[in-house]
């Protein structure tokens, strides 16, 4: 399982698929491949300072103060936190994984992380002013009304079932 | 900027953070140049135009099943998925399956999964993708009771 679905396999997949699909329909890929670079270069844009934003988070905050505020006895603080810090971010969600696995790995627990990653991927403040734009106000303030504490159950959940594990603590 | 009160402050602790951020970076090199590429091909075969004619025109709660499995799959941003979801529901769309368009497009990720797997584990993945899938329903159905 594990080795057919290596990262090396899914590239040559990719790049073999798009052989094939340039064959039969030579726009078709082009298009592929117009949709890889301009995802690529949106990456490359964001991935830099978020990069050197986990980095600088390693060195510089101590473990002490990421486990005060979101570790697992941080409570009520803790939920706050992971929201406000899901919230100012801007970026994919695939921009947030890293962010998240070095908040598990300075002590942060499962149930913050978790909440930190849903509210990264759905509540951000340009978001929101498009969706009223598009989809009106009563639209998109409902949704984020009853979004917010689906993702505090959801994390709860997840904090549950995976028993609150950490994989990246470091005791 | 950051970065720049960092080198102030410490040199060394610089160093040592870009190189932290450089292992980061080779870390998830492949796997984000994988999914990058199975973007680019779900964005040429799944095309808004044919998203809006699957979940367009037919509303029920058939109509928000399979808005939520589109909005799973696809990878969209916001600021393309926004005026699409605005003018599906003008094409008289259901409330909750745009709520519910929205709301898996944002949260459900199927084609980041691997990455996500890659940091958090296939456990983790899993979950959060199905709870957040399960409550993506429930949150369209409720607005669709209230709005629609």
Redo the contacts between chains.
């Keep these: 399982m594990k080795k057919i679905f290596s990262s090396k396999n899914l590239l040559l997949l990719m790049g073999l698929a798009t052989i094939i699909v340039s064959i039969f329909d030579r726009p078709k890929a082009f298009s592929v491949l117009l949709s890889f670079k301009t995802y690529l270069l949106e990456m490359l844009s964001v991935l830099p300072p978020i990069l050197i934003l986990i980095g600088l988070f390693q060195v510089w905050v101590p473990r002490k103060t990421v486990v005060k505020a979101m570790g697992s006895s941080s409570g009520l603080k803790g939920i706050l936190m992971a929201i406000f810090v899901g919230t100012v971010a801007m970026g994919p969600l695939y921009a947030a994984f890293p962010l998240g696995v070095s908040l598990l790995e300075k002590g942060a627990s499962l149930f913050n992380t978790a909440i930190f990653l849903c509210v990264w991927a759905s509540i951000k403040i340009p978001m929101i002013l498009f969706e009223i734009k598009f989809l009106g106000a009563d639209f998109a303030g409902l949704r984020l009304a009853l979004t917010l504490p689906s993702i505090v159950v959801i994390s709860f959940f997840l904090n549950v079932i995976l028993k609150g594990r950490n994989f990246y603590e470091k005791t | 900027m ?2 720049g009160l ?1 080198l102030v402050k410490s040199r060394e ?2 160093a ?7 292992k ?2 080779r870390s ?1 090199a ?12 779900l ?3 799944l095309s808004p135009a044919l998203i809006s004619r699957a979940v367009g025109q037919n509303s029920g709660w058939q109509g928000v099943v399979i808005a939520a499995f589109f909005g799973s799959i696809v990878l969209i ?3 393309i998925a ?2 699409l ?2 003018s599906i ?1 003008r094409q008289g769309a259901s ?1 909750s399956a ?2 519910a368009f ?2 898996t497009l ?2 459900v ?1 199927v084609v ?1 999964a ?3 797997m ?4 296939k ?2 993945t899993f ?2 993708n199905f ?2 899938f399960i ?1 993506a329903l ?2 369209a159905l ?2 669709g009771a ?2 629609g």
């Excluded at chain 2, 040592?16 to 450089?22: G, M, N, P, Q, V």
């Excluded at chain 2, 492949?30 to 091909?41: D, E």
């Excluded at chain 2, 890659?118 to 584990?121: A, E, H, L, P, Y």
């Design positions: 950051a970065l960092s602790k610089t040592s953070s870009l190189l932290s951020a450089w980061f970076f998830m492949l796997p984000v140049l994988a999914t990058l590429w199975a973007i680019g091909f964005l040429t075969f941003q916001a600021f926004f005026p979801a605005g529901l409330v745009i709520a929205v709301t944002v949260m990720g980041t691997p990455l996500e890659k940091f958090f584990g456990k983790f979950w959060r709870l957040s409550f429930i949150i409720i607005m209230i709005l």
